[in-house]
């Protein structure tokens, strides 16, 4: 996208799967990248690997102090920063079994954290004329799941949160979007499928309408639209990459009337 050439992009949670992927998308499309996250080890790899344009800086999101860090850092390595996806995430979560000190955190991590981040950061971006924020929402915000609670509220506040705070960067001339991404071959999906791409597709078929699970450029592919000028009339919203998730209801992919006639 010509509109992201010579950019600058922050990605917190960038040393992810998901996270290169949408670093990768950025630096393909001509935008410096700041790698924001506390992986030292697989952020300093992809840094390395993709060149000049994208640099790597341990950053804790729940510390201020880092976040003011990675802003002065994005400053002095590339001149300014106008864009931040906030995707930085933890899956602590035990259900409603969780306990106060868990919940705290997970809502530090996955909501909190990135609204104040939008908040320091919306100056430096409104000094270059504005810019875009894509914050990520999930599935899990807009439908309930088993043994989730923690992390589905933080998701589903974060579709909130991303509308109001449309509204209030919109005098620095920012956009504010959210995406909320299926199943997608992650970290966690590497782990629990010991790192098996089929068996996550197998088990991802029935509750997606394209029969199988997502892959991180697809969800990047989404991210770089919103922050591109092809968007420029696009704020406060939620783009859904989920192939199908949400659109269906509890009979799924499986022919109910089928089910009805056996």
């Known amino acids: 996208m010509k509109s992201l050439n010579g950019k600058v992009a922050i990605v917190t949670g960038a040393s992810t799967l998901i996270g290169e992927g949408v670093v990768r998308a950025f630096s393909d499309a001509g935008t410096n ?7 030292e080890d697989d952020g300093n790899k992809i840094a390395d690997s993709l060149g000049d344009n994208v640099a790597f800086l ?13 802003i002065a850092f994005a400053e002095k390595t590339f001149g300014g920063v106008d864009i931040l996806v906030n995707l930085a995430s933890t899956y602590l979560d035990n259900g409603i079994a969780t ?21 320091k950061i919306a100056p430096a971006i409104g000094k270059r004329g504005g810019g875009a924020i894509v914050n990520f929402s999930s599935i899990a915000g807009k439908r309930a799941q088993p043994g989730r609670m923690t992390y589905s509220a933080a998701k589903a506040a974060m579709l909130q949160a991303t509308r109001n705070a ?18 997608t071959w992650s970290n966690i999906m ?37 922050c591109s000028d092809d968007a ?11 192939g199908g998730y949400t659109a269906m209801g509890p009979e799924r992919i499986e022919d109910a009337v089928s089910k009805l006639a056996e």
């Open 33 to 39: 990248v700041v790698m924001a996250d506390i992986n």
């Open 58 to 70: 341990k950053t804790d999101v729940t510390s201020d102090a880092d976040l003011d860090a990675c």
């Open 99 to 119: 306990n106060r000190e868990d919940w705290l955190a997970s809502l530090n991590i996955n909501l909190v954290s990135a609204m104040v981040f939008c908040d």
């Open 166 to 183: 449309a509204m209030q960067l919109q005098p620095h001339n920012i956009r504010v979007n959210t995406v909320s991404p299926g199943w």
């Open 190 to 226: 590497v782990q629990l499928t010991e790192d098996r791409r089929e068996k996550a597709d197998s088990v991802a078929a029935p509750f997606h309408l394209l029969k199988r699970t997502g892959d991180p450029s697809e969800v990047a592919a989404a991210v770089l639209f919103l």
């Open 232 to 242: 420029s009339f696009i704020t406060g919203t939620d783009i859904a990459i989920d």
